[in-house]
T-cell receptor, first 111, second 119 residues
Framework: KQEVTQIPAALSVPEGENLVLNCSFTDSAIYNLQWFRQDPGKGLTSLLLIQSSQREQTSGRLNASLDKSSGRSTLYIAASQPGDSATYLCAVKGGSEKLVFGKGTKLTVNP | DAGVIQSPRHEVTEMGQEVTLRCKPISGHNSLFWYRQTMMRGLELLIYFNNNVPIDDSGMPEDRFSAKMPNASFSTLKIQPSEPRDSAVYFC?????????????????FGPGTRLTVL
């Protein structure tokens, strides 16, 4: 059974800092991995999707990497801003055709 | 496009009552997903539909839960009878299946959720 773990559960940083969020999964036989953002009281917004054949994806200040063999992904946020404060979730799609989510990392960027 | 629309946004009910949650997917999307989010268990897939047909309902916790998709623009998730442990945020998401049956190729777009409280 696929399990997705995100560490840390919460992170607080000063504005302008570069930071890395971590995601690990137990079954490396995945089809893709996605990073989502969730704001309080709202649904999830997809940030980046990495296919299993890819190593990384970039969108603006965000860069996501995937190391399928080791079961790890990272989300790098450059020059963090208060508006980046949210909960970030990663999810993997594997052989069971289901998206399995981690519990998320709650990020606070302090002005 | 208005995105995925869910109603109601908040629902407070008493144990034993029937609860119906509603979802309107993004127009043109042919896959629809129902999720439940709790602090303890995180985000869990309950059921998903492809072209209005239920494909996998193995995440539905009990027979008290049922879901329907009578047409491409509407789905319901019903809980009867409701219990306090059903309290959670329920999300609906939709996607466009361009993968010839692989509903997970494309990004899922989530609605704002329905916060359910069962007293």
């Amino acid at each position: 059974k696929q399990e997705v773990t995100q560490i840390p559960a919460a992170l607080s940083v000063p504005e302008g800092e570069n930071l890395v969020l971590n995601c690990s999964f137990t079954d490396s036989a995945i089809y893709n991995l996605q990073w989502f953002r969730q704001d309080p009281g709202k649904g999830l917004t997809s940030l980046l999707l990495i296919q299993s054949s890819q190593r990384e994806q970039t969108s603006g200040r965000l860069n996501a990497s995937l190391d399928k063999s080791s079961g790890r992904s990272t989300l790098y946020i450059a020059a963090s801003q208060p508006g980046d404060s949210a909960t970030y979730l990663c999810a993997v799609k594997g052989g069971s055709e289901k998206l399995v989510f981690g519990k998320g990392t709650k990020l606070t960027v302090n002005p | 496009d208005a995105g995925v629309i869910q109603s109601p946004r908040h629902e407070v009910t008493e144990m034993g009552q029937e609860v119906t949650l509603r979802c309107k997917p993004i127009s043109g999307h042919n896959s629809l997903f129902w999720y439940r989010q709790t602090m303890m268990r995180g985000l869990e897939l309950l059921i998903y539909f492809n072209n209005n047909v239920p494909i996998d309902d193995s995440g539905m916790p009990e027979d008290r839960f049922s879901a329907k998709m009578p047409n491409a623009s509407f789905s319901t998730l019903k809980i009867q009878p409701s219990e306090p442990r059903d309290s959670a945020v329920y999300f609906c998401a939709s996607s466009s299946n361009r993968g010839g049956g692989r509903a997970w190729v494309d990004t899922q777009y989530f609605g704002p959720g329905t916060r359910l409280t069962v007293l």
